[in-house]
């Protein structure tokens, strides 16, 4: 029986990682960091397979694995930012790579990819007994024009009954932040879980 396995992480700056270098790490690709000025080289026994998908308004750079995740650093500023969004799934040993990889390709398109999300996959083989691969998801959307979008969230006033701005216990204007984006939805995990398992049930019945 194929064995199941779906897990999500932030990749953040907070945590003191760098999306350059995970990029590397997963990719095995040699990839310049600009922030930090250094090389990052993660050298690996077996050479990952890897892609880049993209919506069709994105820009050309994201196809450049080093430029896209330096414009990500560039433009996820604040010293805690989240850099990236890492999934991370099992790929069923019954299936060819060949039959992998176009699995894992549309799963990505349609899940990720088709709401706007750039997905920078890598396929690790080290261990023929545990195939995986790990996406890198970007998490700010890119506007139709190819720039991006400035804000994700925009902050908001919680009124009272009157319609007035209710305060803290401090004295201070009650806000709540409002998500421009969507991603972040604890259900949309859930739904990609969910999606990942229906997937992969339907390319291994394919396949018998």
Do not use: C
Not at 20 to 46: C, I, M, P
Not at 49 to 67: G, N, S
Not at 105 to 111: A, C, G, L, P, S
């Amino acid at each position: 029986m194929a064995i199941y396995h779906f897990s999500v992480q932030a990749i953040s700056r907070g945590k003191g990682q760098s999306s350059v270098a995970s990029a590397s790490y997963r990719s095995g690709e040699k990839l310049f960091d600009e922030q930090s000025g250094e090389t990052k080289n993660y050298q690996r026994e077996v050479e990952p397979e890897t892609m880049i998908l993209a919506p069709e308004h994105a820009p050309d750079f994201v196809y450049d694995r080093q430029q896209l995740w330096n414009e990500v650093e560039r433009i996820e500023s604040n010293s805690n930012s989240r850099l990236a969004r890492e999934v991370n799934v099992a790929l069923p040993v019954e299936l060819s790579p060949g039959d992998q990889k176009d699995l894992l390709k549309k799963y990505v398109q349609d899940n990720f990819v088709d709401r706007g999300m750039v997905a920078d996959v890598a396929i690790h083989r080290d261990d023929e007994k545990n195939p995986h691969a790990h996406i890198m998801l970007t998490i700010r959307p890119f506007e139709k024009d190819g720039s991006w979008q400035q804000q994700k969230s925009r902050k908001e006033y919680i009124l009272d009954e009157n319609g007035e701005k209710s305060l803290n216990k401090n004295g201070n204007p009650r806000t709540r932040k409002i998500d421009l984006v969507g991603w972040d939805k604890k259900e949309l995990v859930s739904e990609w879980r969910k999606e990942w398992s229906n997937y992969t049930n339907k390319e291994l019945e394919r396949v018998g």
